[in-house]
């Protein structure tokens, strides 16, 4: 099990290198993440849906992503609260308590993952979650050692050294470990180094004779490496101003969703992508796009704040595109409806107006009985978006 001192340490990368390593050598190997939080999602070879991390770790490992691979997703739809995925299938809307509450019982369809994929792999390959170290968490965790505990699986910790005080993380998450724990921890491994490896060896043997841990790597800072960021948007771009042929505009949403949607045009060297931030106009641009959300009321509430909605509308009048994606595109109809709070409270607001439609957010159940009980004409004139129908 990789784990890591802080978000963003490098265990997706950690793993997905490990699993594209073992499986080159004619291993077969899987990934694994008990409980995992992002917006960002995949669908898998079962209908399913898991993190995006997992789901290229699958790649790597030239497997179908699986639901075994990521038992539990959170994706927020607040600062509380969150939808809940357990093997692929949305369970519900909770807040941070009532989760906390149900972990135990989670814990239960994590352990049966991982053994299914124990029985088929020879190895897999663990991915933690943000800190093991965080202790308004550690009870009832099912995330970090609370899984090593009950999977009796090694682990190994990973730090980020280049934003600085790794061995202060190192140490300190070590030290924060019940003793059990810290008996479980196999070594460190140190990701994005840059410079001469010869000046890192006196901390290197500092931290081994302090902790009694190997440190059993330092990986190099990879430029260029372009892996699906888990969290953090992603605004590295490899485009040269004279090459530059379209120019896009982001804006960035409190709950935007699967911004790695973004990542092809991103990538693009002939592509200028702009992602806008709180309180900064939209710039001139060729296109216009709104991204998903996984709170679409909300956000189109955010968007006006930001007077979002004139620059838009002036970037339409002066002939420029526009693009909605999911949320995105609820936001350009008429309205959209939450009568039962599935996103966050009940209510309706008012859209864009830009295309003639509605949204109505309704529970999975409710969804199928209406689809379900169109005829074919109606259905040509419905389109179903994750648990949304857009009527026009």
């Known amino acids: ?210 902790t009694g841990k190997p440190v059993l790597g330092v990986l190099p800072y990879l430029h260029g490496l372009h892996l699906e960021a888990e969290d953090a948007i992603q605004s590295q771009q490899v485009c040269h101003d004279n090459d530059v042929v379209l120019k896009i505009a982001i804006p960035v949403l409190t709950r935007t969703s699967n911004h790695t949607d973004f990542d092809p045009l991103r990538l693009r060297p002939d592509v200028q992508i702009y992602f806008v931030g709180k309180s900064e106009p939209i710039p001139p641009v060729d296109l216009i796009i709104i991204p998903g959300s996984k709170n679409t009321r909300t956000d189109l509430v955010y968007l006006r704040e930001n007077q979002w909605d004139r620059d838009i509308l002036r970037h339409l009048r002066y002939g420029g595109k526009l693009m909605g994606i999911c949320g995105g595109y609820q936001m350009l109809g008429n309205a959209v409806h939450d009568p039962q709070g599935i996103e966050g409270e009940p209510g309706s607001t008012e859209g864009l107006g830009l295309l003639n439609l509605e949204t109505t957010i309704a529970p999975q159940k409710q969804l199928k009985q209406v689809v379900g009980s169109l ?18």
């Open 1 to 210: 099990m990789v784990q890591g001192t802080t978000s963003d340490a490098g265990k997706s990368a950690l793993v997905t290198g490990l699993c594209r390593a073992l499986s080159r050598r004619g291993i077969s190997v899987a990934p694994f993440k008990p409980q995992n939080m992002a917006l960002n999602s995949a669908v898998t070879e079962d209908g399913g849906e898991i993190g995006r991390a997992q789901a290229l770790q699958a790649l790597a490992a030239g497997l179908e992503p699986h639901t075994d691979m990521n038992p539990v997703l959170l994706k927020p739809n607040s600062d509380i609260g969150a939808q809940v995925i357990v093997n692929g299938r949305s369970i519900g809307e909770m807040n941070a308590q009532t989760y906390h509450d149900l972990k135990p019982s989670l814990l239960k369809s994590v352990l049966e993952s991982w053994r299914r994929l124990v029985a088929q792999y020879d190895f897999v390959l663990v991915e933690g979650a943000g800190s093991p170290a965080e202790i308004n968490l550690r009870d009832r965790d099912i995330a970090n050692m609370g899984f090593a505990e009950a999977a009796d699986c090694p682990v190994i910790i990973v730090a980020d050294i280049d934003k600085g005080g790794v061995f202060a993380h190192l140490y300190g998450t070590l030290a924060l470990l019940s003793e059990s724990e810290q008996k479980r921890v196999a070594g460190f491994v140190i990701n994005r180094f840059r410079g001469d490896i010869k000046l890192l060896e006196p901390g290197l043997e500092w931290l081994e004779q302090k």
């Open 375 to 392: 005829s074919l004409p109606d259905m040509e004139k419905v389109s179903v978006t994750g648990y949304e129908i857009h009527a026009g």
